[in-house]
């Protein structure tokens, strides 16, 4: 099968892994994939164009920008150059990662009669979803809903059962794994002793996290359980009031540490 695999968003971001984990999943298993991805605003490297390159996905770069965000001129131009290359290249399938590049390859399929458009749905069920996108994802083929909660939200809102797939989120546990034995061990790095478990989270610190729900747990466990350490990977605009003055509310400071934003 011939897939067209699009991610509107150059940044290296939450969906964006697993959506590529998922692509090279079905390359491997014989498909043909070609990925389009957001055009980074500094060229940079360390984004989704990377993380495609480092997958072994074939890219295309019609010039479209594929951002996050919608913008009505921009978003005109995309779809023109999107559009050009599906009726060129005649997918099969296109798989949509995000609401912007649903949108718009909704639109470049419905004038080139492309069989199936599919979307990978990371809602949890419990942020709201507005008229636009419940009107995109009514008239969607496939819908990949990573579980339960998210099939439910989507029923409610009326998207048809028989569209939506309920899977586990595409993770590469194995992969994952390879990269943490091969780098430093983060032991030595933070002093902490072979005893004591250590363990850590990646997020961008945002309000709407629940970030407050990590340090109840820790200073509960810090008064009765074993030994530990958490390494907080990751930064945002909101940091000191979401992470840092908490941390030191609770008096966690002696067992979190703040790694910031790491690259590679």
Same mark, same amino acid.
């Given at each position: 099968?011939?897939?067209?695999?699009?991610?509107?968003?150059?940044?290296?971001?939450?969906?964006?892994?697993?959506?590529?984990?998922?692509?090279?999943?079905?390359?491997?298993?014989?498909?043909?994939?070609?990925?389009?991805?957001?055009?980074?605003?500094?060229?940079?490297?360390?984004?989704?164009?990377?993380?495609?390159?480092?997958?072994?996905?074939?890219?295309?770069?019609?010039?479209?920008?594929?951002?996050?965000?919608?913008?009505?001129?921009?978003?005109?131009?995309?779809?023109?150059?999107?559009?050009?290359?599906?009726?060129?290249?005649?997918?099969?399938?296109?798989?949509?990662?995000?609401?912007?590049?649903?949108?718009?390859?909704?639109?470049?399929?419905?004038?080139?009669?492309?069989?199936?458009?599919?979307?990978?749905?990371?809602?949890?069920?419990?942020?709201?979803?507005?008229?636009?996108?419940?009107?995109?994802?009514?008239?969607?083929?496939?819908?990949?809903?990573?579980?339960?909660?998210?099939?439910?939200?989507?029923?409610?809102?009326?998207?048809?059962?028989?569209?939506?797939?309920?899977?586990?989120?595409?993770?590469?546990?194995?992969?994952?794994?390879? +990269?943490?034995?091969?780098?430093?061990?983060?032991? &030595?790095?933070?002093?902490?002793?072979?005893?004591?478990?250590?363990?850590?989270?990646?997020?961008?610190?945002?309000?709407?996290?629940?970030?407050?729900?990590?340090?109840?747990? +820790?200073?509960?466990?810090?008064?009765?359980?074993?030994?530990?350490?958490?390494?907080?990977?990751?930064?945002?605009?909101?940091? &000191?009031?979401?992470?840092?003055?908490?941390?030191?509310?609770?008096?966690?400071?002696?067992?979190?540490?703040?790694?910031?934003?790491?690259?590679?």
């Amino acid at each position: 099968m011939k897939l067209l695999w699009t991610v509107s968003n150059w940044k290296r971001t939450g969906p964006v892994e697993p959506s590529l984990d998922l692509a090279a999943a079905k390359q491997e298993r014989g498909h043909d994939v070609t990925v389009a991805v957001g055009r980074a605003p500094d060229q940079t490297g360390e984004g989704a164009r990377e993380a495609a390159r480092a997958r072994d996905l074939a890219l295309i770069d019609v010039g479209a920008k594929l951002s996050k965000h919608r913008s009505p001129l921009r978003d005109l131009m995309d779809g023109r150059k999107l559009r050009r290359w599906v009726r060129q290249s005649e997918p099969d399938a296109i798989v949509t990662t995000l609401r912007n590049d649903h949108r718009l390859m909704m639109r470049a399929a419905a004038r080139v009669a492309t069989p199936v458009v599919a979307r990978l749905w990371y809602g949890d069920g419990t942020t709201a979803i507005d008229r636009q996108e419940v009107a995109a994802l009514r008239g969607t083929d496939v819908i990949t809903a990573l579980g339960d909660a998210g099939r439910r939200q989507l029923e409610s809102y009326g998207v048809p059962s028989g569209a939506i797939l309920e899977c586990q989120p595409p993770l590469d546990v194995t992969g994952l794994r390879e +990269l943490a034995a091969a780098g430093d061990d983060p032991r &030595e790095a933070l002093g902490v002793p072979p005893e004591t478990f250590l363990f850590g989270i990646v997020a961008r610190m945002q309000t709407h996290r629940r970030f407050e729900l990590l340090w109840e747990a +820790l200073a509960a466990l810090k008064q009765s359980g074993p030994p530990f350490h958490l390494v907080v990977v990751g930064r945002g605009t909101n940091m &000191e009031s979401v992470a840092v003055r908490p941390v030191a509310d609770f008096g966690l400071d002696d067992v979190v540490s703040f790694a910031g934003y790491l690259r590679g």
